[in-house]
């Protein structure tokens, strides 16, 4: 097969934020499958997230179409990103803002870094963004002596707890209260106001915990640093869509905003975001409307930061953009309605995926973003069941994407090497046996004496490797007598006697 | 009618007994079934594999296989949506237009078992008796790649005998999905465990599937445990009547 070429088309590079695994999925799914608490939190949470979101898309008569509206206004960003680009770089800077455009991850830490550092101020608070994790931003600025705090409830939970999140929308999915409240005794006294001594693990005071120390937060710094969830093309205008109201805080209260935001999340005009405005919160939360919608164009005069910096962020999202079969990931809104339905997610949890982006849009943006060899066991982690393709708001055809990438990783195998591993020999041979009805004939009788190891029991319960895989945990029948065509060669035979 | 059976690779090598009670089905309700030797596979383990530039030649020898009948029908909604979602994609992307537009005119004649008999047959009573307690797996394939609804459970419900139980979480994927239960086994069997456990809890001596490969899966993991329950494929129970009843001889 043909693969497009991507010269030209830099990847996210490594070594900065968390787009790469470092082990393998299989292997790093093994241990979280382990993790009964895990298991039983993500199960429950995904459980209830998915009949929520089920229940608010049934009542909209029209969600076919928002969603076949959602895909095409996309489609339309993605075919003309160019000239959109650039016309929120014009309506942005008309209106006050300055844009910045970064290439990969460490230009725009590089940018962001450089911007705290001219207001002068030592520490940021964050509005919950993907495309600071994706580019490690935290990490970068504390290389740099800025504290950067997070104040989305979860990904304080997150922060405090030294861990990484596991899901796009709820990244604390796999802490438990209990866990939360331990965090919160030990953690929140070192970086700021400390939780009452006698916190209890009710939703409601832990939430109030948060609460206070955060307050403080807010009212000291001078920076904000945001993600967007959308950026309309002709106003220059940008959204941040969320629950808690910590987006609305940092957004209005300090002096400087920096936005980091990935180019594809254009829409071109006001009216899309009427389709995108009912498609996020029921697909996300399961909600008719999240509680605060926040957009800002420009800076004000004696109204919200007077200081506005926009970091448009490329770090392979143009390499995705140049496969026409892999582009439409591009299209996602971060929802992650993919997740909660994913039966692989859903077991192993997001830091298996190795990347801040997990489950089925993990699993075909990851790959992408790096370039598949880095990632190459990504396309490989679902069933291709499609659930996620069902639930996707804006019709990601997730599974098909998911085989044009392994057929990407084989293709990238068998450039980068001549010999052909194990399983190209088995892919090979099986072609062949099965392009000639003798030879696959013949090949099913010689499987009859598989029936050999099944020996008394009636049934094969060990094989070698690879299939020792198989056997680990399932039983294989025994091959019968006959197979299916001879028993009907057998059969016209006879009839052809004894018409 | 003439109608081909496309029996699948793995029924053919593994489940002979599904591709008879198919035919026998398929006669009983009058149906001239013919079924082309030159078939093998339809590629799909290939294609979902990453193989795609191997399965060029399983699509074309398919294609070939099954031109000319009036329709072409599987007992396997995964191998059906192979041929219909994937055959001329994989066409197209070997730059062969005219093996695409043969293996779409294919794909427009292919149906899984459950569709041939409700859409083109319009029976949903086939005449069968099958006195046992049974809950069905509706298999992801047959879901969201085929849409076949609940043409399946329409069919059961007018068997003879039937104790059929509603399967909690039906629409969970078993865990199998081709080379995925051997590259990932462990997240596979954790799939299959929950499978298991709703399969369990309905008290149902048989689970039916339309797809051996899902039963397969499933079937491994019950035997496996000694769970007491058997795999019957939805053909299996359908070809069952008051006088033959072909699983329970085997």
């Known amino acids: 097969m043909t693969q497009p070429v991507f010269l030209g088309m830099p990847t996210a590079p490594p070594g900065v934020g968390q787009l790469r695994s470092r082990r393998p999925f299989p292997e790093a799914a093994r241990a979280a499958l382990g993790d009964a608490q895990l298991r039983r939190n993500l199960a429950k949470a995904t459980g209830t997230i998915r009949a929520k979101r089920a229940a608010v898309v049934e009542e909209l008569p029209d969600w076919a179409e928002l969603r076949a509206a959602g895909a095409a206004i996309k489609d339309q960003v993605l075919a003309g990103l160019d000239g959109y680009l650039v016309q929120l770089e014009e309506q942005v800077s008309a209106r006050g803002g300055v844009v910045h455009w970064a290439r990969d991850a460490n230009e725009a830490n590089r940018i962001v870094t450089d911007l705290v550092k001219a207001a002068g101020a030592g520490e940021v608070v964050k509005v919950k963004s993907m495309a600071t994790q994706e580019i490690g931003l935290n990490e970068a600025l504390a290389t740099a002596g800025i504290a950067a705090w997070e104040t989305d409830l979860a990904e304080l939970i997150v922060q405090l707890g030294h861990d990484s999140p596991s899901h796009i929308l709820v990244p604390a999915i796999h802490r438990n209260r209990a866990e939360i409240r331990e965090i919160f005794l030990r953690e929140m006294g070192k970086v700021g106001l400390p939780a009452p001594p006698d916190l209890s693990d009710e939703p409601r005071a832990l939430a109030e915990a948060a609460r206070l120390h955060l307050r403080r937060k807010f009212l000291e710094a001078e920076v904000a640093v945001s993600g967007a969830n959308f950026a309309v093309a002709e106003t220059g205008t940008l959204a941040v869509v969320e629950s808690e109201g910590n987006g609305r805080m940092c957004l209005t209260l300090p002096r400087v905003l920096i936005t980091v935001m990935g180019i594809e999340k254009l829409v071109p005009t006001w009216r899309d975001l009427e389709v995108f405005l009912q498609l996020l919160p029921r697909s996300s939360t399961g909600e008719r409307m999240n509680p605060y919608t926040s957009m800002w164009t420009g800076v004000h005069d004696g109204d919200g930061p007077s200081e506005f910096h926009l970091v448009l962020l490329d770090n392979g999202r143009t390499a995705t953009l140049a496969d026409p079969q892999g582009r439409s990931a591009l299209r996602c809104i971060r929802c992650s309605a993919c997740l909660n339905v994913c039966p692989v997610y859903e077991r192993t949890g997001g830091h298996a995926y190795g990347s801040v982006y997990p489950g089925p849009i993990g699993a075909v943006l990851s790959p992408q973003m790096t370039g598949v060899a880095d990632n190459a066991s990504l396309p490989y982690a679902s069933t291709l069941c499609g659930a996620c393709y069902d639930v996707c708001p804006v019709a990601i055809d997730i599974p098909q994407m998911l085989v044009h990438l392994r057929s990407r990783v084989v293709d990238a195998k068998r450039e980068a090497s001549r010999t052909p591993s194990p399983e190209r020999v088995v892919m090979a041979a099986a072609a062949w046996t099965m392009d000639s009805p003798a030879r696959w004939a013949g090949a099913l009788r010689a499987a009859r004496l598989g029936r050999l190891l099944g020996g008394r029991r009636g049934r094969i319960t060990a094989l070698p490797p690879p299939l020792s895989a198989w056997t680990g945990t399932r039983d294989v029948p025994l091959p019968p007598s006959q197979t299916f065509r001879d028993w009907w060669t057998r059969r016209e035979r006879r009839r052809r006697r004894n018409p | ?250």
């Open chain 2, 1 to 250: 009618m003439r109608v081909a059976l496309f029996v699948t690779c793995l029924v053919d090598g593994l489940f002979p007994d599904v591709g008879k009670a198919t035919v026998g089905l398929l006669e009983r309700l009058g149906c001239a079934v013919e079924v082309p030797l030159a078939q093998t596979c339809c590629g799909q383990m290939h294609v979902n594999t990453g193989y795609l530039r191997e399965a060029v030649p399983l699509v074309r020898r398919h294609v070939a296989a099954f031109d000319g009948y009036d329709a072409v029908v599987a007992p396997s909604g995964s191998c059906a949506g192979s041929v219909r979602h994937q055959h001329a994609w994989l066409a197209s992307e070997a730059g062969d237009p005219e093996l695409a537009a043969a293996a779409r005119e294919v794909a427009s004649r292919t149906f899984e078992l459950s569709e041939f008999l409700v859409d083109v047959l319009g029976v949903t009573d086939v005449g069968a008796f099958y006195p046992h307690r049974v809950t069905y797996h509706p298999t992801c394939h047959s879901l969201r790649v085929l849409r076949v609804g609940d043409r399946p459970l329409r069919l059961l419900r007018e068997v003879g005998g039937i104790d059929l139980v509603e399967l909690p979480q039906a629409e969970a994927c078993c865990g199998f999905g081709g080379t995925f239960a051997v590259k990932n086994p462990d997240t596979s069997a954790a799939m299959l465990a929950d499978k298991m456990h709703n399969v369990l809890s309905t008290r149902a001596e048989v689970c039916s599937a339309s797809d051996s490969s899902c039963l397969l899966h499933i079937g491994g993991g019950l035997s496996r445990l000694r769970a007491g329950v058997r795999t019957v494929h939805l053909a299996e129970i359908l070809a069952s009547t008051r006088t033959e009843q072909p699983e329970m001889a085997t």
